[in-house]
């Protein structure tokens, strides 16, 4: 990549963080929660790799050693055929000028940001970076059209989260790209969940050194000047954690238009609880994964200092370059939403992007959101916790209507909920 400085410095205070206990596991013990997925580890190049080996000790476990030894049978290929393809396209990607802005649609996990990012990929006149372009980035200019035929047959026809279409031509987080690249990401938990949580630092680069926040900035202009030259116009950008980076993205992007999208986090946390469960168990390196010690209490920490993050920053981003909608009103009125988004960001050329919009929407018209019935200790924390996001887009009726509908009857489904789903620790339920 080349060596040049991308962000200014600036300063940022160290948050605290509590050190998790690592619990042990019965090494043979096999879980699928979500069923199989392939490895997303065959991206990156093999000396990426054996540090994510060295990040875990290597603590593998016997029922994942079939599918580890798979990754030596691809991984060293991705170096080559990256020389191949920077000595092709290079030049020509690092030349590029930069002059459309991309759009990035953020907010929390389970908030909605997949369907935006799935109907904005409907529009013609925009492009998306690719499931197999984020799998690969070192060499998808080379190989996209070729490879991914070949590892198309690995892929569920379904994410197992929550039932959405899965393809390599599909929309993705460029997230992905950046662990195969060897950047930091909290996505890096996934590998060794038995450890706890990983690089969280990475989600608002608070405390993170200037070099490494340095090494990530010119990975992502790496891949995203990459991802330029491929599709040639404006890009529509998606990972939900960007939520908390608007100080390095507004850097780097001046001009970039936003899609925020908040959604009820009495609904966003049994949700993003459900998609770590399965990431965890699908691509970690030992399995199963052991996360009830501190899967909730994650989740719930992340989503504080997520919003924290975006509401002391939001102002970075000029008023007629940022919307903010939420999920309940999308998919009351998918189109009429989207409409109004193109009008207050000046987006072009909806009338082209309405029909495809409408046909993906008849395709999926059969989906059906999951739903939760959340306990009342785990509700009562998210409110505590969650106060002003809660005001802030509207949900305090909603949020007030679940605390107040406790009955003894409710209490005692409640235990009964909390012993079998989230295990029966008391202590991680009380209200901090």
């Not at 990975?219 to 608007?246: D, I, S």
């Not at 082209?352 to 008849?362: D, F, H, V």
């Not at 009857?409 to 620790?425: K, N, Q, S, Y």
Request: aromatic share 12%; glycine share 6%.
């Amino acid at each position: 990549m080349p060596d040049y400085e991308v962000l200014p410095p600036d300063e940022d205070g160290q948050p605290s963080r509590r050190r998790r206990k690592k619990p042990k596991m019965p090494a043979l013990t096999i879980e699928r929660y979500g069923g199989r997925l392939l490895y997303v580890w065959f991206g990156m190049r093999f000396s990426t790799l054996i540090r994510l080996f060295w990040r875990g000790r290597f603590s593998f476990t016997l029922n994942c050693i079939p599918d580890t030894l798979a990754l030596f049978l691809w991984v060293p290929w991705n170096t080559p055929l990256r020389w191949i393809s920077e000595w092709k396209y290079g030049k020509q990607a690092d030349a590029l000028p930069l002059d459309q802005p991309p759009i990035f649609v953020i907010g929390h996990w389970r908030s909605g940001t997949t369907l935006l990012h799935d109907l904005f990929s409907e529009d013609p006149n925009l492009a998306y970076p690719t499931t197999y372009e984020c799998f690969f980035p070192h060499h998808f200019l080379l190989t996209e059209g070729t490879l991914d035929h070949v590892f198309k047959v690995l892929l569920p026809k379904r994410r197992p989260q929550d039932d959405v279409p899965v393809g390599f031509d599909r929309p993705q987080e460029e997230e992905f790209a950046m662990i195969m690249l060897g950047e930091g990401s909290p996505y890096n938990t996934m590998a060794w969940p038995r450890r706890g949580p990983a690089e969280t630092e990475y989600l608002d680069f608070k405390g993170l050194p200037e070099k490494k926040k340095q090494s990530w900035a010119r990975a992502f202009m790496w891949f995203y000047r990459r991802l330029k030259l491929k599709h040639g116009k404006t890009l529509v950008m998606k990972t939900p954690g960007n939520a908390a980076r608007l100080k390095v993205l507004t850097k780097l992007f001046p001009e970039a238009r936003f899609v925020f999208i908040a959604r009820n986090p009495l609904d966003v946390f049994p949700s993003t609880v459900k998609l770590w469960r399965a990431l965890y168990s699908t691509q970690g390196l030992h399995n199963p994964p052991n996360l009830e010690p501190w899967l909730d209490d994650y989740v719930l920490d992340t989503f504080q200092r997520f919003t924290q993050a975006y509401e002391e920053d939001r102002h970075l981003i000029a008023e007629d370059r940022l919307v903010e909608i939420r999920y309940e009103d999308l998919v009351k009125d998918p189109i009429a939403s989207m409409r109004d988004i193109y009008q207050r960001l000046d987006l072009p050329k909806f009338d082209e992007a309405e029909g495809p919009m409408r046909a993906i929407l008849s395709d999926r018209s059969d989906h059906r959101v999951s739903s939760y019935r959340l306990p009342q200790p785990i509700a009562k924390k998210i409110a505590d916790r969650l106060g002003p996001f809660i005001d802030r887009y509207g949900y305090r009726d909603a949020v007030d209507a679940v605390l107040k509908n406790e009955t003894p009857a409710r209490r005692a489904r409640d235990r009964a909920v909390l012993a079998r789903t989230w295990g029966a620790g008391p202590a991680r339920l009380t209200p901090r």
